[in-house]
Structure formats: structure tokens, C-alpha cells
């Protein structure tokens, strides 16, 4: 659902979803949909997430950004 929704905002530029737990399958979701949208800048989750399959699939969609030239990072 929250995938669903960051696809079409567009005015997002900042998320936060540290103290949430978004698991594998919730980030590699939220991956997708962070390549697809053009406005947020920054994400933030939790550091326990960074080392799994679904924290490597928003590093992924975070070197897509910055290779089409978009400013975006993770925390």
C-alpha cells in the first residue's frame, strides 16, 4: 500500500520510516516504487534493515536515482 501511494506522489521529498517494521518484502517494494517516484530526496530506515535483501534492493534503487541525476539518499 505504501509502494502503491510513493508511486504517484509527488510532492514528497522526505520519509521516514525508522521504529517500522517494513520487513524484506516491504522494502523491496518500497524499492520499486522509489525508483518510479521523481520527488523524494530522502529516505530513513532503520539500520537493522541495511544488511537484507530488501535494505540491498533500496541501496539498488537508490544508485538508480543518482545515476539519472536525481538527488536522493538513504539514512
Known sequence: ALGEGLKENRSLKWLSLSGNSIGDVGAQ????????????QCLRVDKSLHNTPGGKALIEAEKVKRERGERFGIE
Open 29 to 40: 517494494a518500497l524499492a520499486a516504487a522509489i525508483i518510479e517516484n521523481r520527488s523524494l
